[in-house]
């Protein structure tokens, strides 16, 4: 039917055919691999959980016993160790054992904002410190060095050295400190 005697065709505009076609056996193909691909990476992530727990049930055995053994062993062991071995081996577990979170504390109260620290030397076995730092002026280091004694771990504190080193558009004091560390027992 035509309203206008010269109007275009009417256009038919479908962009979804009505029929719709099947699958075709390339489709199921695919989806048949991809279901096999699928159950593959199941069985592994099954087989391989498996051997997860069983390592976690061996590692649980191994550190039961090992609790068990360590008291039986350290009894042996202690027979075999002469006073000459041991001494230097108490040493070591002296300074490695010390009271160093302590010691971080007391650092960490007696700091300042006029002071920064650069250096720390630390022999826990003589009781030794030695620490390089710069403040602003010399009697914030020197205040500092009071900090510290007074926090209660350190002994004789005192600075060693000094010197004034530019930084910028200012000027700084460059110490080294030196003090005895009375490492809690």
């Known amino acids: 039917m035509k309203l206008l005697p010269n109007a275009p065709a009417a256009v038919d505009l479908d962009f979804a055919p009505a029929r719709r076609r099947r699958p075709g056996a390339l489709g199921w193909s695919l989806l048949a691999i991809g279901l096999l691909a699928a159950s593959f990476a199941g069985y592994e992530f099954w087989a391989a959980e498996r051997e997860l727990d ?46 160093w979170a302590s010691f971080f504390a007391d650092l960490a109260d007696a700091s300042h904002p006029e002071v920064a620290l650069l250096e720390l030397q630390g022999d826990a076995a003589r009781g030794s410190l030695r620490m390089v730092g710069e403040a602003q002026s010399v009697e914030a280091a020197f205040a500092y060095v009071d900090r510290l004694q007074r926090a209660g771990m350190l002994r004789e504190a005192r600075i060693d050295s000094h010197e004034w080193v530019t930084q910028g558009p200012q000027m700084v004091v460059r110490f080294v400190l030196t003090a005895q560390w009375r490492p809690a027992s």
């Open 54 to 99: 069983e390592r976690a049930a061996l590692v649980a055995r191994l550190r039961t016993e090992l609790r068990q053994e360590r008291p039986q062993q350290a009894v042996r062991n202690a027979a075999l160790v002469s006073a000459e071995e041991r001494e230097p081996a108490d040493r070591v577990a002296g300074a490695l054992n010390a009271d």
